[in-house]
């Protein structure tokens, strides 16, 4: 799998895949204007997040609620009498922005009008409208008290490791202290995916004391640094390819939605197939920032970032680590926010699962040069250590950070937006058995096909047997 960025500098835009440039189906088209929109407003990633969510949950419920194949994220909303797929995704889209973004209504106009002079007048179109609008308000509406509107105050600690203000100008207040507290979309709290603490310590005088933390802040003294003599060329490449921080990029969740994108042009996938897929994303997106941010400021470990650690060596009690006062890192903007844990490492790995998942292999076929990954896997864990290189996290911000946003994508694959029954079209049709085996293995109820309250071999039976039937027909 391959994606390109327009600069490398940038690394936000996904283009060109091989063989063609992005089919502009509705949802796709959305996404693009989803991203002007990112790049326009900036901001943190969490609440980034929450909006993406917003736009594609609300697509997926309008288009699934004409078809109804998949579970709906809250529930069906009624249709009646013929009703425009199409019609419905757009105005779920539109209704969705403008109340999101009520500065940009002229842009967002723009994209629907044009949009609906496609699809043929009628009940269809003005049923699809309808729908459309009624899911997306449905959506903002449950999102309406989710407490991200908040303002929590942060108050610094003032000890060895410790977060602290970091360059440029050490002014910025930390980014959204609250938010792993906020509303969850699929998670029951913002902890529960926490893990154990970085290498296993839950206080920041053990951890500043280990050898690991010694042989973790030599490592991205040596390879993070802006003159490092020991990072390589590739290892810089990755650094600015996963680089979404600065206002103007996609954010991380913008970079990862948009690769989600040339993935499904890839695959050919339907509207309902890309409502889904863009749907499920944008859920473990949205609570993968409340997983990171949860373990940002709400564990004993707010930690201090890679700059601040290294111009401070000579007060963490290690003699293994050694003070630079000039120190910088690769990146210019340390960003604004703890660095336990990495909210890249967390929203990439989330990524990564959701679309193992989906598409039942861990091997894409997208093929292109700048950056090349052959599994999904392979581009999440590299997400994750651009941050090293970058120097702007340590390498266990990045594993811990992987290992519960990947925790958190299967969850939410497993839990959200399933078939209705196993048999019914999945994302990629042929890929039926990845979604039925699982349930099966696992003993979940939905693997019980012929509804006789029990998962055993004679449901092993009737799946093969429909696999059977759709293969004749």
């Not at 980014?175 to 029951?188: I, K, L």
């Not at 940002?296 to 700059?307: G, I, S």
């Not at 120097?391 to 990947?406: I, Q, W």
Request: with cysteine; hydrophobic share 40%.
């Amino acid at each position: 799998m391959s994606f390109r960025s327009k600069s490398i500098l940038s690394a936000a835009a996904m283009i060109a895949v091989a063989g063609g440039t992005l089919r502009a189906d509705v949802i796709t088209q959305w996404k693009n204007e989803w991203l002007d929109t990112v790049r326009a407003v900036g901001g943190p990633p969490c609440p980034l997040a929450r909006n993406q969510a917003i736009l594609f949950v609300s697509i997926y419920e309008a288009v699934n609620s004409v078809e109804r194949k998949f579970e709906p994220y809250i529930e069906y909303l009624p249709t009646d009498g013929p009703t425009s797929e199409k019609a419905a995704a757009a105005a779920a889209a539109h209704t969705a922005l403008v109340a999101l973004y009520p500065a940009r209504q002229a842009i967002y106009d723009e994209r629907y009008e044009s949009q609906l002079d496609s699809i043929a007048e009628g009940e269809a179109k003005s049923n699809g409208i309808a729908l459309g609008e009624a899911a997306a308000n449905a959506i903002l509406d449950a999102r309406s008290g989710d407490r991200t509107d908040t303002t929590f105050t942060y108050t610094y600690q003032d000890v060895p490791g410790a977060y602290r203000p970091t360059p440029p100008d050490f002014t910025s207040p930390p980014f959204n202290p609250g938010w792993g507290t906020t509303d969850c979309w699929t998670m029951v709290e913002g902890d529960q995916f926490r893990p154990a603490g970085p290498l296993g310590y839950n206080d920041l005088d053990t951890l500043l004391r280990s050898r690991g933390y010694a042989k973790q802040f030599n490592e991205v003294k040596s390879y993070g640094s802006r003159n490092s003599n020991t990072r390589t060329r590739e290892q810089t490449e990755i650094a600015w390819f996963w680089a979404n921080d600065r206002n103007g990029t996609f954010k991380p969740p913008g970079h990862l939605m948009d690769i989600t994108a040339v993935v499904s042009n890839d695959r050919g996938l339907s509207l309902l197939q890309n409502a889904r897929l863009f749907a499920l994303v944008g859920l473990a997106l949205g609570d993968a920032g409340l997983v990171a941010w949860d373990q940002k400021y709400a564990t004993e470990v707010d930690l201090w970032r890679p700059v601040s650690a290294v111009r401070h060596a000579d007060i963490d009690n290690n003699n293994k680590t050694k003070k630079k006062a000039n120190w910088f890192p690769l990146l210019d903007f340390s960003p604004p926010f703890p660095a336990y844990t990495s909210g890249h490492a967390t929203f990439g790995a989330a990524h990564s699962a959701i679309m193992r998942n989906f598409f039942g292999t861990d091997e894409p076929i997208v093929r292109n040069v700048t950056r090349t990954f052959h599994t999904f896997t392979a581009a999440g864990r590299e997400n994750g250590v651009s941050r090293v290189y970058l120097g702007v996290h340590f390498r266990f911000d990045a594993d811990l950070g992987y290992a519960s946003g990947t925790q958190l994508g299967n969850y939410v694959f497993r839990n959200f937006l399933r078939p209705v029954s196993a048999d019914s079209e999945s994302a990629v049709e042929l890929t039926a058995a990845s979604i039925f085996m699982p349930a099966y293995l696992a003993g979940d109820e939905s693997a019980d096909l012929n509804q006789d309250g029990n998962v055993d071999p004679a449901d092993a039976i009737e799946f093969v047997t429909r696999q059977i039937d759709n293969a004749s027909t």
